[in-house]
């Protein structure tokens, strides 16, 4: 079933980090849906929010990213099914 | 101290002895601080040979490679062996060259984004950008490519990096620090299942010899008698005449591992991942099985298949803390009489050379401490089926990427790090081919790699794949105008003999492992000779083709 997942992320801010990111949504079957980012000057991070969605288990995207050597930080903080209209 | 020269101490602070790299513009100034290092340099003749010849190192030791490229066209041509890396869980440190910092972003010659480019099969990646960044990186670069689940790291270094004059001093390589041990409650839970489990088998991966786990592995089979299955990464695991270890699971594995784990009611997958070459069509995989999932990378937990306990974290206390079923006797008689009933049965009545036939002979005459770096294709099925390993780092094959072009560079890697050691590269007329200049690089530094080629004039895993299910219609697989193979070699300046009778082959295996230097065997097989058992895509595991008994 398709869903629709809202995941926040914190990673350190280096030339390629949201690249990984979004490289690793992507290529493990999830669609962007929207993407918020921010970066703090005084602590060098992004805060990432973003909504994507897969038929695929967030749970398994969740530790996707969490692999990914820039994060500091990943959750999941809301996943709704999406009904066919 | 120039940037160069501090990224070689650094390299030397990690205790890197061997590069394998080609040199080119960009990186020019680190070639010329290599001159007064004691660090080796072996140039390979092409840098996807460098790649996966610092594979060879890594796979068989277990150490950190190292390979180094030009800039653009240098640097994209490292892109495979950092895929294979990638999938195959492969610790490795990729330097490359880059234009000078403020040519980056201009389109200068020779300038290629391979952070970019290699984003999505890396560890991680740096672009150098300031010469005092330089230690922090080398250290991290290869804690990470080593640390939990092992694998590649790109080190993008421009070339006024290399030249800037930097005060920086090494630092000393990172502490290694095992992966946190999995929870007791887990371990508990998956001792539970254990305990009361009629049927187990034990699916092992590549992981036990990355965890460093192939000691525990094999006290908790001999514990409970358990039996075994190995992926093809795995092989060796186990010890092959462990009694209860029935083969190689999967598309090309044996009839009875296969059946085992389709009958079986508890799997035990360590530092495996499901791969679809391993279980076929995964709704029907093992499926009155409950599953206890040891892996490194809690990613892999469930990514594919659910397990009913999912233990994350170091395999080897996990490991240690699992229990024994209690009685297991019936299944494990019925596993011998499945592993009896289906064993391989050598051809009878024809006098060509037969692979699998071969690969016996030299598995039973070579030194058991034997490394063997295949290629991929049927000869690499066939290796995996007939050779005995007695450890997964004497057996090097690509995997997860099934890279073309890997055996060759991969037994030269395996065979400057370990010397003493015989290494024997099994290869095909088609993988050959891919990297055959790395022939060049056996002659030069003189490295007495043993290769074993099967000729069947075809890229025969395509050609048995058309033949089964494109109705045999052959497409673009024919290699009937291959060269002679053997002439092609004795041009490098290597020793080669031709072979294409059965009789032939008992002497051609004691020329092979007898030869002090490099030498090829060249062994004309059958077009059409195939490899079963078969598993057809999309199916299950228990839907095994075979012609060689049909
Ligand atoms: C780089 C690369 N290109 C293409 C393939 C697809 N492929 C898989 S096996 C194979 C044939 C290999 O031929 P050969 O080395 O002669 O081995 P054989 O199967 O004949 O033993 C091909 C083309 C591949 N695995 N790797
Ligand atoms: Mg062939």
């Not at chain 2, 990186?137 to 092992?150: L, M, N, Q």
């Not at chain 2, 190689?248 to 035990?268: F, Y």
């Not at chain 2, 370990?418 to 200049?437: H, K, R, Y």
């Amino acid at each position: 079933m398709t869903m629709m997942h809202t995941i926040t992320v914190v990673l350190d801010a280096q030339a390629a980090t949201i690249q990984r990111l979004l490289g690793v949504v992507r290529r493990r079957g999830f669609e962007l849906m929207r993407l918020d980012v921010s970066r703090t000057c005084s602590d060098g991070l992004f805060q990432a929010r973003l909504r994507v969605r897969g038929s695929r288990r967030a749970e398994t995207l969740i530790r996707q990213i969490a692999n990914i050597v820039e994060v500091q930080q990943v959750a999941l903080i809301q996943a709704a099914s999406i009904r066919a209209a | 101290m120039t940037g160069a020269e501090l990224l070689i101490r650094c390299l030397e602070a990690e205790g890197v002895d061997t590069i394998f790299g080609y040199p080119g513009g960009a990186i020019m100034p680190v070639y010329d601080a290599l001159l007064d290092s004691p660090i080796r340099h072996f140039l390979c003749r092409h840098e996807q040979g460098c790649g996966f010849a610092a594979q060879g190192v890594a796979r068989s030791t277990g150490r950190v490679g190292v390979c180094m490229a030009t800039s653009g066209p240098g640097a994209t041509n490292l892109v495979t062996p950092l895929a294979d890396a990638f999938v195959d869980s492969v610790p490795l440190v990729a330097i490359t060259g880059q234009v000078p910092r403020p040519l980056i972003g201009t389109d200068a010659f020779q300038e290629a984004d391979l952070l970019g480019i290699t984003l999505p099969v890396v560890k991680m990646s740096w672009l150098v950008q300031d010469a005092d960044e330089i230690p922090q990186i080398v250290r991290d670069g290869f804690r990470i490519a080593r640390e939990s689940r092992p694998g590649p790291v790109l080190i993008d270094f421009p070339k006024d990096v290399g030249l800037a004059t930097t005060h920086c001093k090494p630092l000393p390589s990172a502490p290694v620090i095992r992966p946190p041990a999995p929870s007791s409650a887990v371990l508990a839970h998956a001792c539970a299942l254990l305990e009361k489990a009629e049927r187990p088998v034990v699916y092992a991966g590549g992981g036990v010899a990355l965890g460093g786990a192939t000691q525990e592995l094999r006290a908790f089979v001999e514990r409970g008698g358990l039996p075994v299955v190995h992926t093809l990464k795995g092989l060796g695991g186990v010890p092959a005449d462990y009694d209860g270890l029935l083969g190689m699971l999967g598309m090309h594995g044996l009839r009875a591992a296969n059946l085992a784990v389709q009958e079986s009611d508890l799997l035990i997958c360590v530092g495996a991942r499901f791969d679809d070459r391993a279980t076929g069509k995964l709704d029907a995989f093992a499926p009155h099985a409950a599953v206890i999932h040891l892996d490194v990378d809690p990613a892999e937990l469930g990514k594919l298949r659910r397990p009913t306990v999912g233990v994350a974290g170091d395999i080897r206390p996990a490991l240690d803390a699992l229990t024994s079923p209690r009685n297991i006797e019936p299944w494990r008689g019925h596993l011998r009489e499945l592993k009896a009933a289906h064993a391989w049965r050598p051809p009878s009545g024809h006098d060509h050379v037969d692979a699998p036939s071969l690969l016996r002979r030299l598995s039973a005459r070579a030194d058991r401490r034997t490394v063997f770096a295949c290629d991929v294709g049927q000869h690499q099925m066939w290796v995996a089926q007939h050779v005995a390993f007695d450890d997964p780092t004497r057996h090097l094959t690509s995997g997860g990427l099934g890279s073309m072009g890997f055996g060759l560079p991969a037994a030269i890697g395996a065979c400057i790090a370990n010397p003493g050691t015989p290494v024997v590269c099994v290869t095909g007329d088609g993988s050959l081919m891919m990297n055959v200049q790395e022939l060049q690089t056996l002659r030069r530094y003189d490295l007495p790699v043993r290769i074993i080629l099967f000729d069947n004039t075809a890229l025969g895993m395509v050609r048995q794949w058309q033949e089964l299910f494109f109705e045999n219609r052959e497409s673009e697989v024919d290699l009937s105008d291959n060269p002679d193979f053997a002439e092609v070699a004795r041009a490098f300046g290597i020793s080669a003999m031709s072979i294409d009778r059965a009789d032939q082959v008992d002497h051609a295996v004691d020329r092979l492992l007898s030869s002090p230097g490099p030498v090829l065997v060249h062994a004309r097989i059958p077009r059409g000779d195939n490899v079963w058992p078969l598993v057809p895509p999309l199916a299950a595991n228990d839907r095994m083709l075979d012609g060689a008994v049909s």
